[in-house]
């Protein structure tokens, strides 16, 4: 299953511009495979978040970063929680994004 597949059985769907932002960000950080794992996807959401603070952020282009941080963010804790592995990397997770 590719990142688009992978997200596009994510329920509820995002919203295609949404979509498209996670699936470049993701593209842009060579993430590829079955699926992302959720350090991927918080790493990824890790680095959309330092692009937007080491700007201005007054630009609707960082609205839309901010906002794919946070659903790679949501899906990141979703995928550990489907693995179980949800209290480790809940705490990894906000430690990194602290870091930022």
Same mark, same amino acid.
């Not at 299953?1 to 295609?16: F, I, K, N």
């Not at 609205?63 to 550990?80: G, H, M, R, S």
């Not at 592995?85 to 602290?98: H, I, V, W």
């Given at each position: 299953? $590719?990142? +688009? %597949?992978?997200?596009?059985?994510?329920?509820?769907?995002?919203?295609?511009?949404?979509?498209?932002? =996670?699936?470049?960000?993701?593209?842009?950080?060579?993430?590829? +495979? #079955? #699926?992302?794992?959720?350090?991927?996807?918080?790493?990824?959401?890790?680095?959309?978040?330092?692009?937007?603070? +080491?700007?201005?952020? *007054?630009?609707? *282009? $960082?609205?839309? %970063?901010?906002?794919?941080? *946070?659903?790679?963010?949501?899906?990141?804790?979703? =995928? #550990?929680?489907?693995? $179980?592995?949800?209290? *480790?990397?809940?705490?990894?997770?906000? +430690?990194?994004? #602290?870091? $930022?």
């Amino acid at each position: 299953m $590719s990142e +688009g %597949d992978w997200l596009s059985h994510r329920t509820p769907a995002p919203p295609p511009e949404l979509a498209s932002a =996670i699936r470049a960000a993701l593209k842009a950080r060579n993430v590829a +495979g #079955a #699926a992302p794992t959720p350090t991927e996807l918080l790493e990824t959401a890790q680095s959309l978040l330092q692009k937007v603070l +080491g700007t201005e952020c *007054d630009s609707r *282009d $960082s609205a839309l %970063d901010l906002l794919t941080a *946070d659903a790679l963010v949501t899906y990141a804790l979703e =995928i #550990a929680n489907e693995n $179980s592995q949800l209290s *480790d990397f809940a705490e990894t997770a906000m +430690g990194k994004l #602290a870091r $930022s």
